[in-house]
């Protein structure tokens, strides 16, 4: 496959890509069990990465986030402690891996120019707002552009594919993230099983981003491994647990209700879908792997009367204030009280250019 075909890029441009950080609206994290989820992509926090043509391949370790220089055995061992024995590097490479694997099995020819590649990443580590796959979107990104075969890799494989990236590494993700930001916007999406296994992707609908009231974003800095919180419930559903399952099923069922809900602006129904399903979240996994801070985000929007729930596996919520301004203002003063961090969401509108909207099965 390799150096004989594509032809390099016509020019020896610097391609750089951005992805957003996404907000788990409602059903996550069914989607890591064939259920649906409303996602919506973020232009609060995003990774970009850049890839230059360069003589050598080359994956540029990040200065902070793969940090392998300490002032002393306990700055090394508090790093580490703290945000774990990962950066983005790994994520980096198993983006290339996985994209030359999936091109080679298409016969989609690449030519056999290198490429340096990095990335910068202001998404707060690890704290449920996707910035793993943030990194590996904008990587894929690049390598689409690069390989000028961005019209071969249809849209709605794509999340797919930056998905494989991470379970490459061991990584228990789903899909939600990963549709969130190669689209953008606000999506609706279907992971059933059956069609899953048909076509390779699930069901996704873009909704108009109007549709929502205004979001607010909580979140504290204190990183915690999604895969690690995932694993248990990802076994028991795997052994096949009732109430694992069943749960599950509910929390789908929160999104399809949930896109009712934002169709006829029925924000009052919104408010109780998010509660439900971080009450569902917190049954089926439990207070310990949740975390005590994280519960108290959550509990902070609560008691000013907010909806609220996680962004994703834990570290940031997402809450709503349906009695308007001077709910608001105290869940600000609630959380600033707390030592959380509180902004307005600010949604990014759909990402995809003409070529891409031209790879969507229903456009051909
Ligand atoms: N901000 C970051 N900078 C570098 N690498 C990161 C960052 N966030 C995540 N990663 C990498 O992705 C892996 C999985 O992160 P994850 O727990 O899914 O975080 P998130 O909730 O931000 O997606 C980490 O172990 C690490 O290798
Ligand atoms: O638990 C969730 O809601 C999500 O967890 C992961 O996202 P992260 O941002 O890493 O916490 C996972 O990748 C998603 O598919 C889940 O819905
Ligand atoms: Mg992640």
Known sequence: ?????????????????????????????????YGRTISLNISNFWASVRLEPSSDLVIVP????????????????????????YGGVRLLMATCKVFTKYCKEQGIDLHNNNFSISYETNIPRQTGL?????????????????????????VEIRPQLILNAEKELGIVAGLQDRVAQVYGGLVYMEFDKEKMDKYGHGNYTALDTSLLPPLYLIYAENPSDSGKVHSTVRQ??????????????????????????????????????????????????????????????????????????????????????????????????????????????????????????????SKK
Not at 137 to 142: E, K, L, N, R, V
Request: a negative charge.
């Open 62 to 85: 990040h200065p902070t986030h793969d940090l392998v220089k300490f002032t002393s055995l306990s700055h090394l061992t508090n790093r580490l402690e703290n945000e774990g024995y």
């Open 1 to 33: 496959m390799e150096g004989n075909g594509a032809p390099p890029p016509p020019s020896a441009a610097i391609i750089e890509h951005k992805a957003y950080a996404r907000i788990g609206l409602l059903g996550n994290p069914s989607d890591v069990y």
């Open 130 to 154: 996707s910035g793993s796959s943030a990194i590996v979107c904008a990587a894929f990104s690049c390598l689409l552009d690069f390989y000028n075969v961005r019209d071969k890799i249809g």
């Open 236 to 361: 028991r559903w795997l052994d096949g647990d009732e109430f694992i399952i069943s749960s599950m099923e509910e929390v789908a069922n929160l999104a399809l209700e949930g896109k009712t809900a934002l169709l006829e602006k029925d924000y009052s129904k919104l408010a109780t879908l998010m509660n439900q399903n971080f009450d569902l979240r917190r049954r089926m996994f439990g207070d310990a792997a949740l975390g005590g801070l994280n519960i108290e985000m959550v509990e902070v929007g609560r008691r000013v009367g907010a909806a609220t729930k996680f962004t994703g596996s834990g570290g940031a919520v997402v809450a709503f204030c349906p009695d308007g301004a001077s709910q608001v203002e105290l869940l600000e003063e609630a959380c600033r009280k707390s030592g959380f961090f509180i902004q307005p969401v600010k949604v990014v509108p759909s990402l995809l250019n003409e070529i891409d909207v031209r790879t969507l099965s």
